[in-house]
């Protein structure tokens, strides 16, 4: 799997490895750890664009399935360097798409996201909505997707699934975030209930019932579960979501922090950030009917186990 050692990387790579599969993680660490690479997986470092070493490595393990998680996923960030988001997103796609029917690979379970969507007219989502992204991160994952479509639609052996995330969170027993910067909203409250420092909750007027922005947040292991059962799916070549099919709002989520912490989870109101939809929740029939897969941990597991993570590793991986 490309990506392996990253936040929900590393956690379907435990999970893959538990279950007794043979796992080789494919990670340049630039923004990975060494460090969250489960120890049953092989590591192998190299570049997502680099097809010449991609190729060289699905042929010596013999692979048959890539979990492709490798990508780049801030949206401040992609705005301002399209050009490298385009590079990494969507030309490492092709360029794994390329050492994959070099080499045999059968089926491809992309790491999509909800960012293909936009602003969307309608909630929850379906898959079948229009997409229209509105930051560099949300096109390049969808024109990864469309290139996955296209080697697919080629006539050879090769399929995909493109699997949507909304938000992720959680951790699970070793694994859990370590971004740098942090922009998740659960671990951010989750350190600053830990510090007494107040955070910042970006919008108190959206057309929501307590004002702040609603989002679907999905346990990690719910994700990692997912994944699995798209590599054993049979082939469709389809984009499903990947959420609760309901949502939380930021506020709702600070009180599931304070909850589960028991210390307050200080925060101020400042203005809206440009391009944040008030609402984004997803329909999951799609996954149910084609992978059997529904979400099995709530948000309030999510916040337990990502303070559990944090408590245990205060300062990340380091």
Not at 209 to 235: E, K, N, S
């Amino acid at each position: 799997m490309t990506g392996g050692a990253g936040y929900v990387g590393s956690v379907i790579a435990a999970r893959l490895a538990a279950a007794g599969h043979d796992v080789t993680v494919y990670d340049d660490l630039s923004r990975g750890h060494r460090a969250a690479v489960p120890p049953d997986a092989t590591f192998t470092e190299g570049d997502v664009r680099d097809t010449e070493r991609l190729r060289e490595v699905l042929a010596v393990t013999g692979c048959r399935a890539v979990v492709h998680m490798a990508a780049l996923a801030e949206v401040a960030e992609s705005v301002a360097q399209p050009k490298r988001y385009s590079d990494v997103n969507l030309g490492g796609t092709k360029a794994l798409v390329d050492a994959a029917l070099a080499t045999g690979v059968e089926r491809v379970v992309f790491s999509s996201t909800a960012a293909a969507y936009g602003a969307p007219r309608r909630v929850p989502i379906e898959e079948d909505d229009p997409t229209e992204p509105t930051n560099p991160s949300g096109e390049t994952k969808l024109a990864a997707e469309a290139a996955l479509r296209e080697a697919a639609a080629a006539g050879g052996r090769l399929s995909y699934i493109a699997l949507r995330y909304f938000n992720a969170c959680g951790a699970d027993h070793g694994y859990g975030e370590d971004h740098d910067p942090e922009t998740h909203l659960i671990p951010i409250a989750l350190r600053a209930a830990r510090d007494g420092a107040p955070l910042q909750v970006f919008g108190d007027d959206y057309p929501t019932p307590d004002g702040t922005c609603v989002r679907d947040y999905v346990h990690v292991v719910d994700l990692a579960d997912a994944h699995i059962a798209a590599l054993h799916a049979p082939p469709v070549n389809v984009a499903i979501n990947l959420g609760t099919g309901s949502g939380d709002s930021v506020l709702a989520v600070l009180a599931a922090v304070e909850r589960v912490t028991g210390r307050p989870a200080r925060y101020e109101f400042s203005g809206r950030r440009p391009g944040d939809p008030p609402v984004l929740v997803a329909s999951n029939a799609r996954a149910a009917d084609l992978l059997g897969w529904r979400p099995r941990l709530s948000l309030e597991q999510a916040v337990a186990d990502a303070w559990a993570w944090l408590e245990t590793h205060p300062f990340g991986y380091e």
